[in-house]
């Protein structure tokens, strides 16, 4: 599934096309693609919908109207981007036609993204925390809540409803550079090492934006894959030397989810 980084470059490449453009028509090539509502319902009072601009909030792509918005989850294989092309891809789960002859479309393989449409922001917000690039991740509200918490920390960091966007891949990264390992208990994490987790993940997220997110399976943009995979130091290196200590990288398996971990330098912090 596509991470913050990945879905970011999805918003970089289309606030600038997108913004200002006018939607003349929505329609679903897969039936359950639009979650809760019907397209019709959008043009009842214009004819056009102005879209003012394209952001991202959590994993979100936000397509903000004039008085509402258009959330679209890409899920699993999503895809959505700009095309002149007159015929669609095999996969099109929706299309959403643009003034001077231009489509956006959302392609999707394994059918599981989906488009909701509300008035603002705040179903969303209701269910989601701390953007981890924003103003508000601070290492002081960090701490506490991790500290507040008696949680398995990679049980906790995958939690979108406290920290957002940080998907299994990110989450290893980050870990691994702040040399916790990921069966610790939050709360018995020493705020040092807390600390430096706090600055692990606004590192490997930023580098991992700038290029252009990880691809593991089929993620691209534009038809370009993200590089960040060629950066990876612990995730899918399973057997391989730790870049740190040259002992092996071993995977378990928590919280469900297949994980990757330096038994040497990744401390584990338990009850005694």
């Known amino acids: 599934m596509p991470e913050l980084p990945e879905v970011q470059t999805v918003v970089n490449s289309l606030v600038k096309p997108l913004s200002g453009r006018k939607i003349t028509s929505i329609s679903a090539h897969w039936p359950k693609v639009f979650d809760n509502f019907h397209p019709d319902t959008l043009f009842k009072k214009q004819s056009q919908l102005k879209i003012i601009t394209v952001f991202r909030r959590a994993k979100f792509i936000i397509i903000q109207l004039e008085d509402s918005i258009l959330a679209v989850h890409l899920r699993m294989t999503g ?7 007159s015929i669609l891809p095999k996969h099109t789960s929706a299309l959403i036609k643009l003034d001077k002859k231009m489509n956006l479309i959302f392609e999707d393989v394994r059918k599981f993204g989906r488009i ?48 957002v ?9 980050s870990l691994w550079m702040s040399g916790i390992h990921p069966n610790s208990l939050s709360y018995l994490i020493p705020k040092l090492k807390i600390k430096r987790l706090h600055q692990s993940i606004i590192i490997i997220l930023t580098e991992a934006i700038e290029s252009k997110g990880t691809t593991i399976i089929d993620f691209s943009v534009n038809g370009q894959s993200g590089k960040y995979s060629s950066k990876l130091s612990v995730y899918g290196r399973k057997n391989d030397q730790c870049l740190n200590c040259k002992s092996r990288i071993i995977k378990l398996r928590i919280c469900g989810r297949g994980t990757y971990v330096c038994n040497i330098c990744q401390q584990k912090y338990l009850k005694k």
């Open 165 to 173: 966007g940080l998907g299994n891949i990110y989450v290893d990264e």
């Open 116 to 163: 909701y449409f509300f008035k603002n922001l705040d179903i969303i917000n209701t269910r989601h925390g701390i953007e981890p690039l924003s103003d508000m991740f601070q290492i002081k509200i960090f701490q506490k809540i991790l500290l507040s918490k008696k949680r398995n920390i990679k049980a906790l960091l995958l939690d979108q409803s406290i920290v």
């Open 79 to 85: 895809k959505l981007y700009i095309s002149e092309e």
